[in-house]
Structures are given as C-alpha cells and as structure tokens.
T-cell receptor
C-alpha cells in the first residue's frame, strides 16, 4: 500500500478553520484518499474521501492537489468536539483494507 | 442503537485464558474486519471477512482466530491470551469492494491481560 505522511500534531482555536495536510507522493492513479478521525475513547469515524476532485460534505472538505501527491482536509470552523486524531489513508480501487498510520493529533483551544 | 456493537467493552483476564470478543452489525454489510490499536499507534488489521464463507488473515493474525457465524456477526478469539495482546480492539464493517466505500467502526473493546 502507498504510504501517507502527516504532521504529528496541530493546534487550532475554536471557530477558526483548520487545514490538515497529508502527503502521498507514491499514490497510484486508482487509489482513493480517505480521511478518518478518532475521538477519545471511540472507534475511528469516516470523515470524507475523494479520488481526483475536491469534495465537500457536512463534516469537512477535501482538497486534492492536481498531481494527487498531497491533499488537505479542511474543517471550516473547528469546535472542541473536533479534537481528535485524524488519519489520512490511501485505499486501493479493489481493496477492502484500511492501513492506518499514526495520524495527526488535532488540539482545539477554546 | 449503534450500527456496530462490540461486546464486552472492557475485559481483564489472566495469561493463558481463552477470550472471545464479539461484534455484531445492523448495517447489512458483507465485509467485516478486526483491528488492534496499541497506545500511540494507528490501527493494525488482524483478520477480515468478505462474506460468511470467507476469512482472511491480516498483518498481525498470529495468536488470534476468528469466526463469521452469520453476515451480521464476526467474533475474534484469543486461544491462550498473553500480556502483549493487551490492547484496544475494534471491529469494523464495509459495504463493498470498491475503494470508495467507507468502513464503520464499533467503539472498541479494551482488553487487559495480566
């Protein structure tokens, strides 16, 4: 599986936008980019995914670089509830597995 | 009610005991997974099943076994528990084979082996 690289930690203030980066320079043309987050004492939660185009849903936006070697998860207005570990994961076209790295610990300050 | 339910939520047991962790889902998904998470680390895949008759090893299957009793049920067993199997265990389900399908996780079982 292609590897992703994320910063170990990031901080934000409540109600400000947060941009969480992910590098995936060895991504193949058919790999989907998935983001999950894990709140304390909970299982991972699906956030968003994309292939080539930018994506928006009720939780976040996903901006994908034109060469697909990097992507950014955007939380438009961080809340305290968004404090979590965020995982950027590449998923092969016909693969069922998710390969988790260490993710980015997001701290949100009141 | 949760879509993916794991029981028990917490378990403390002794070395050498047989342990079974259970997972049930109401999402109607064919695919089910067992992951393990150790402190400060991401999740690692233990076993997965694409349907009732299909069982596959993940990256860390040694010391574990699974049973897919029905589409909705997938259990993980530790035949003879050892302390380094102390971890947080997650079950997940998935809707299909395509890479654009998300997985849905339970809230985990915290297992401590003394």
């Amino acid at each position: 599986d292609a590897k992703t690289t994320q910063p170990n930690s990031m901080e934000s203030n409540e109600e400000e936008p947060v941009h969480l980066p992910c590098n995936h320079s060895t991504i193949s043309g058919t790999d989907y980019i998935h983001w999950y987050r894990q709140l304390p004492s909970q299982g991972p939660e699906y956030v968003i995914h994309g292939l080539t185009s930018n994506v928006n849903n009720r939780m976040a936006s996903l901006a994908i670089a034109e060469d697909r070697k990097s992507s950014t998860l955007i939380l438009h207005r961080a809340t305290l509830r968004d404090a979590a570990v965020y995982y950027c994961i590449l998923r092969v076209l016909l693969g069922g597995k998710l390969t988790f790295g260490q993710g980015t610990i997001l701290t949100v300050h009141p | 009610d949760a879509d993916v339910t794991q029981t028990p939520r917490n378990r403390i047991t002794k070395t050498g005991k047989r342990i079974m962790l259970e997972c049930s889902q109401t999402k109607g998904h064919d695919r089910m997974y067992w992951y393990r998470q150790d402190p400060g680390l991401g999740l690692r895949l233990i076993y997965y099943s694409f349907d009732v008759k299909d069982i596959n090893k993940g990256e860390i299957s040694d010391g574990y076994s699974v049973s897919r009793q029905a589409q909705a049920k997938f259990s993980l067993s530790l035949e003879s528990a050892i302390p380094n199997q102390t971890a947080l265990y997650f079950c997940a389900t998935g809707a299909g084979q395509a890479g654009n399908q998300p997985q849905h996780f339970g809230d985990g079982t915290r297992l401590s082996i003394l």
